[in-house]
């Protein structure tokens, strides 16, 4: 089985390149089932209904979040009218939508966890203890399991990592948006990278103008984000797990776009 999970997508022009690009790249990786962080993906702030569908029509088949999943309120207008969005697993159990989903793709079954970081990060329950419940609990259970660390500190990622290191198929670190030269299959079978990148405007910062992001380190005054323009780029990786779950290969995406 293969696996294709896109780095977080940003604005407009995260959306756009995935509209041009992905269904070819489907076609030639020969992929059975897309995953998308993209709690970004309208305006670089949360996902709306729009944004939503667009990356559906792309291709995406479901959709992992972050610290940033509740900024546009629209989501809670359709993330419990099944939505193929899961959010942070250990955000309060009264949050809307759901932390962990099973997937239907190409005859197989795989589940999609997506779990938020504790440190420099928004107070959530123990992201360790949660993944945990999570497999016990896991129905209908599946060897196919890919988790989200979407999370600040590199340590936390690799620490959980080597935490799943067996039990899942693969820990994909999400959050920081720039790709990480560690992708690796650790020694139990899961795939690990710390950080897959971003898919949206490459001459950015984190997929923000620059301009804006320069004026707020320099004055330390309040400024407007917005995402760049300008040239695009798309990450991602590609896991080729084999029947039990464990991955045999895993492949880093990424390369550029002339803005169009």
Not at 100 to 108: D, H, M, N
Not at 145 to 159: L, P, Q
Not at 217 to 231: I, N
Request: hydrophobic share 40%.
């Amino acid at each position: 089985m293969k696996i294709l999970f896109i780095g977080d997508v940003v604005g407009g022009p995260g959306r756009r390149i995935l509209e041009k690009r992905l269904r070819s790249l489907q076609h030639e990786h020969d992929i059975d089932f897309t995953v998308a962080n993209g709690e970004n993906a309208a305006g670089g702030a949360g996902i709306n209904k729009k944004a939503y569908q667009e990356l559906l029509d792309s291709g995406v088949d479901a959709f992992t979040m972050g610290n940033h999943v509740w900024d546009n309120k629209d989501i809670f207008s359709f993330i419990d009218q099944g939505a193929k969005i899961v959010r942070p697993a250990n955000l309060p159990a009264s949050s809307p939508g759901i932390g962990c989903a099973v997937f239907e793709a190409g005859g197989f079954s795989v589940a999609l966890i997506n779990i938020l970081g504790r440190v420099y990060m928004p107070g959530v329950d123990c992201p360790f203890l949660t993944a945990d419940h999570l497999l016990k609990t896991l129905s209908p259970p599946t060897p196919y399991v890919v988790v989200d660390i979407h999370a600040e500190a590199t340590s936390e990622k690799v620490t959980m990592g080597w935490y799943l290191d067996g039990r899942v198929s693969a820990v994909i670190g999400t959050h920081t948006h720039v790709q990480t030269n560690d992708a690796r299959i650790l020694p139990k079978g899961t795939a690990y990278i710390t950080d897959v990148g971003m898919t949206g405007p490459r001459d950015s910062v984190l997929g923000v103008d620059k301009d804006a992001v320069i004026r707020r380190f320099v004055t330390h005054l309040p400024t407007r984000f917005e995402p760049a323009a300008g040239d695009l780029q798309f990450n991602g990786v590609i896991l080729d797990l084999d029947s039990g779950g464990r991955c045999r290969s895993m492949e880093t995406i990424n390369f550029m776009e002339p803005s169009f």
